[in-house]
């Protein structure tokens, strides 16, 4: 048993198993996975024909170097760029989880200017609030304070600009207003210093399931087209259909140039993550003989194995056409539960990453204090009434309540993940 204190939640006992969207702990007691995990799980738990391809794999190609091919690598990279990569993202590099995918796309970036001759350009934009990963420059780029911890001393200053905010935003116009932010900030560091901005396209449990405003990526991404700077999409939480699209970035009229998806790749079977870059980048490094390199467990066959056998369920049983509309049923009953309670500020999100946010006065918009620390509180209310939800948010997003649970979660289920959290925010927030 690790010894650090995250392993433990005294709300939760064991896991011994799951199956589904449940989670089922060694009393006997059955939770309902309503954020599978992190906003992982995708095809639900238990499936036995990924299990038997992990198998398959393990015996046959158990470990060899990534660089080399072997039929479950191939495999996957010709599911990955056929079906649900964009055309033009034909070049597929895979890490183990999302911070080393975000940290192999930020120097992809890099390497793309230097490789023209330009090693000024280098500097990476984040975005406050986000969340990237947990390496020391996915924590320094990223922008979720409380992660950073004893450590803000040691990470390197990126220059960051706000994330849109939509509940809190007091600007007529609100695209005018995280578009020209973005810009100013750009301009401050001086455009031909910038690689790139790495950011979320609906920001995940860092902010509670953000959704831009509309317009708000078009004018981004133009302004960063004029000035050759790269845009690095963290879909680690969006991709493989989880806001309703295949990738969150196509709500939206643009198309990233480095793109990296993690979590769902393998729907929480295997640690994997792909990092697609398009050919225009791609080519630059290949023409100056820069490389990207791999970690030793990068492209692990068996991980391979079992996300083209994830990405074909969902294909086969069209998963991602039913997130649109399970997303809509859990919309509308959220707002039946919420729209008029005195403590939510707002209700969000697309498809199945949607989130609620607590406050101390609807009327104002005033959070609670941190140290009351509401959101956990309602969390593990909820888990003791048998439903798991990511107490998310940071910084300026506190307090809210993330739902992302398995596609294959039916219409009941639904109904019972609001009501226990209708429960446990009214149990949490009116006493
Ligand atoms: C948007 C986003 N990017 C990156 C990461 C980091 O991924 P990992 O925890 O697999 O390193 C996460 C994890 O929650 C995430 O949500």
């Not at 940290?103 to 990237?132: D, F, L, T, W």
């Not at 467990?297 to 997130?323: G, M, N, R, T």
């Amino acid at each position: 048993m690790s010894a650090w204190p995250y392993i433990h939640n005294q709300h939760v006992k064991t896991i011994v198993r799951s199956d589904g969207c449940y989670l089922y702990q060694d009393d006997g007691k059955r939770l309902l996975d309503a954020c599978g995990g992190a906003i992982v799980t995708n095809i639900g738990h238990g499936r036995r024909e990924v299990a038997e391809v992990v198998a398959e794999s393990t015996l046959n190609t158990g470990y060899v170097i990534p660089p080399w091919l072997t039929p479950e690598r191939a495999a996957l990279v010709e599911r990955l760029t056929r079906d649900w990569f964009p055309p033009e993202m034909s070049h597929i590099h895979t890490t183990c989880g999302g911070s080393e995918g975000n940290e192999a796309a930020m120097k992809i970036a890099v390497q793309y200017h230097a490789a023209q001759g330009k090693p000024e350009k280098c500097k990476i934009v984040g975005r406050n609030v986000s969340y990237h990963g947990t390496t020391i420059t996915t924590l320094a780029v990223g922008g979720h304070e409380s992660r950073k911890t004893g450590l803000k001393h040691a990470l390197q200053i990126h220059p960051s600009v706000e994330a849109p905010y939509m509940l809190r935003c007091e600007a007529s116009d609100p695209t005018d207003h995280y578009v020209q932010q973005f810009i100013d900030g750009v301009e401050k560091e001086d455009p031909t210093t910038v690689a790139a901005l790495i950011a979320e396209p609906i920001t995940g449990a860092s902010g509670g399931a953000l959704v831009p405003p509309d317009d708000y990526w078009e004018r981004v991404s133009a302004y960063c087209k004029e000035h050759d700077i790269l845009i690095i999409s963290d879909e680690v939480m969006t991709g493989y259909g989880r806001t309703g699209t295949r990738f969150g970035y196509q709500h939206w009229d643009f198309t990233p140039d480095i793109m990296v998806g993690g979590k769902g790749l393998a729907g929480g079977y295997a640690p994997i993550t792909a990092v697609g870059s398009t050919d225009r980048v791609a080519d630059q490094l290949a023409s100056a003989g820069f490389d990207v390199m791999f970690h030793t467990f990068s492209a692990h066959p068996a991980a391979c194995a079992a996300a083209d056998k994830v990405l074909q369920i969902l294909e086969e049983e069209d998963l991602v056409a039913q997130v649109a509309p399970k997303g809509e049923i859990l919309m509308k009953q959220l707002e039946g539960a919420f729209s008029n309670h005195p403590h939510v500020g707002e209700i969000r999100g697309k498809g199945l990453l949607q989130a609620i946010e607590l406050v101390a006065n609807r009327d104002t918009l005033d959070a609670y204090d941190s140290h009351e620390r509401i959101g956990g509180k309602v969390a593990n209310l909820a888990l003791e009434k048998g439903v798991c939800f990511y107490p998310g948010g940071n910084g300026i997003v506190k307090d809210v309540l993330v739902i992302g649970p398995p596609y294959t979660i039916n219409e009941e289920q639904i109904g019972d993940i609001v009501r226990t959290l209708s429960e446990a925010v009214d149990e949490v927030t009116l006493n």
